[in-house]
């Protein structure tokens, strides 16, 4: 599927002049005349305007890193996953991974961009500590693909609809980790991750707001998550985001252009965007200089700071990679990881909405946790839909939640929380003493609902002449209350059917109770709250539900 060969000297460069030099083109779409083509939106002041492009590096969830048969792991102990590759020894060579050009290329597919049949490696040469090579192995004048896109609309919380294009999807490696707070006055190299393949998506610089930069960065995480090309896990780091930042006055060019390196969640991306814009804007508004920079964001301050002056691309003297000849890629491979592509969030959002008739919210909760739609999908067959999302998003995952636990969908599996839907939606039990179930399954209880109700003596009473006897005790201890009733005050019903509730330790079924007090007090069952008899059954059924 995937070919390589070695470029002949002279040979013609497959890319157009700006895909050629990504550096200039960046350059130039922060400096351009502002407010071509399009409206401003959230200003700032009603006269700043802020524009902002990201840089996302995301870990390749593959199995080996990117030009090394050494495994990737993130909690290995230090320097266990290291090659002679990967430390850069002298006459090694790089092996491209199979696996990880296929998982770029899905994500490259999954954001509607164009994947080129030939691509190209280069060295980008600076100095780390924990970059054995002293050069990084990307790809800067020939990229996987470009021109890709994320679209944002009110369903993912925004106000309006949004469009944000993708500049380009590059393959590189990863650099080591060095570690400053092991020892005192020393730094610690470990060269666990150095050579893990990364993605590098480049945004077009088309935000306006920290908003619109973090619903894009949380939507790119669903996507990779989705397509299963990367964790996206940012507290793990396998995904970082650098931010672009600059700030202008509506009407004239655009002000310099900052880099905010190596933000590790969507809070600190929106917060040290913010702290950003605030400094230029005060920076202008003093007519101090702002210059091209990259800045780091302090989290406990709330502002960002300066760390050096940006490199451009001669700083970083770009080569073409000697040892790696040129990426081709097949029109069919092409389309036969486009077919095996899943569904894409968009896609199915829309039609869990529409099959299921969720609100976004709803749809929403669903999305936000790993494997909840395919299991919420596994437990609504068969079953009122209504139901099972109460089970589902406000029983389950709403205990999950409290206890500080993420959703698994083997704590309780699809058949177990079935039987309890099932058993409640029967009339076997109440919904009180459906939640006691689901507790001792969220707890470890592996058994069906049925078994757990029949160990603990749950099963709801439905012996007549038990549940008339409970009706006649409480009715004597609140005369008072039945007097009330008698005169029209349905309301205070409720209260009688509470009442024997807890003497039946939940165990009677609230519809009956309700039935057989009305009769016993000669009200008509259709009666409504007012003592009319044009209403129909909603109040026994409402009281059934709270109960």
Not at 95 to 122: G, M, R, W
Not at 431 to 442: F, P, R, T, Y
């Amino acid at each position: 599927m995937l070919r390589q060969w070695v470029s002949r000297p002279g040979a013609a460069c497959t890319r157009s002049v700006h895909a050629q030099h990504p550096w200039l083109l960046r350059r130039l779409m922060f400096t351009s005349q502002a407010g071509e083509g399009t409206r401003p939106r959230n200003l700032i002041h009603n006269k700043w305007e802020s524009i902002i492009g990201l840089e996302i590096h995301a870990q390749i969830k593959s199995k080996t890193k990117l030009f090394s048969d050494s495994n990737t792991s993130f909690n290995a102990p230090s320097n266990t996953n290291v090659t002679l590759i990967d430390a850069a020894f002298p006459g090694t060579l790089p092996q491209l991974s199979q696996e990880c050009v296929d998982l770029a290329i899905k994500t490259s597919l999954a954001l509607d961009a164009h994947v080129y049949p030939v691509s190209s490696f280069d060295r980008k040469h600076y100095f780390y500590p924990d970059l054995p090579q002293g050069y990084q192995i990307t790809q800067h004048y020939e990229p996987l693909a470009q021109n890709g896109k994320i679209d944002i609309s009110p369903l993912d919380g925004l106000d309006y609809s949004l469009t944000v294009g993708i500049e380009q999807l590059q393959l590189e490696q990863d650099t080591g980790k060095s570690l400053h707070d092991v020892y005192p006055g020393l730094t610690l190299i470990d060269l666990n991750r150095a050579g893990t393949g990364l993605m590098e998506i480049v945004t077009k610089p088309d935000m306006r707001s920290s908003k619109e930069a973090g619903i894009l960065v949380k939507k790119l995480q669903t996507l990779l998550r989705a397509v299963d090309s990367s964790d996206g896990n940012m507290d793990e780091g396998s995904m970082r985001c650098d931010v672009n930042v600059s700030v202008h006055e509506v009407g004239k060019p655009y002000g310099a252009r900052c880099e905010l390196k190596n933000l590790n969640s969507i809070k600190s991306v929106m917060d040290a965007i913010d702290a950003e814009v605030a400094r230029q804007i005060e920076a202008n508004e003093a007519n101090i200089p702002v210059t091209q920079e990259t800045r780091g964001f302090d989290a406990s301050t709330g502002k960002t700071f300066r760390i050096r002056s940006k490199e451009s691309a001669p700083d970083y003297r770009y080569m073409p990679e000697p040892d790696l000849p040129r990426l081709v890629i097949t029109k069919d491979a092409i389309e036969g990881l486009k077919a095996s592509l899943p569904e894409l969030p968009d896609t199915r959002r829309s039609r869990i909405m529409a099959k299921y008739d969720l609100g976004v919210v709803e749809c929403r909760t669903l999305m936000g946790e790993d494997g909840m739609v395919e299991y919420f999908e596994q437990v609504v067959s068969g079953r009122p839909v209504k139901s099972v999302v109460s089970w589902t998003i406000h029983e389950l995952l709403g205990r999950l939640h409290s206890r500080g636990l993420e959703f698994d969908p083997e704590t309780v599996n699809a058949k177990q929380l079935g039987t309890l839907i099932d058993y409640v939606d029967n009339g076997g039990i109440s919904a009180k003493v459906g939640k006691n179930v689901l507790g001792l399954m969220i707890e470890g209880d592996k058994r069906n609902a049925e078994a757990i109700v029949e160990e603990k003596g749950w099963k709801q009473m439905d012996d007549m002449s038990d549940l008339e006897k409970l009706c006649e005790t409480i009715m004597a201890q609140y005369p008072d209350k039945v007097k009330v009733i008698q005169k029209g005050n349905l309301g205070v019903l409720g209260f009688l059917v509470g009442q024997i509730m807890k003497e039946s330790k939940g165990r009677a079924n609230p519809v009956v109770i309700n039935e057989l007090l009305r009769s016993r007090m000669s009200i008509p069952a259709s009666a409504d709250n007012n003592g009319n008899t044009n209403a129909n059954s909603k109040q026994s059924k409402k009281m059934a539900k709270s109960t």
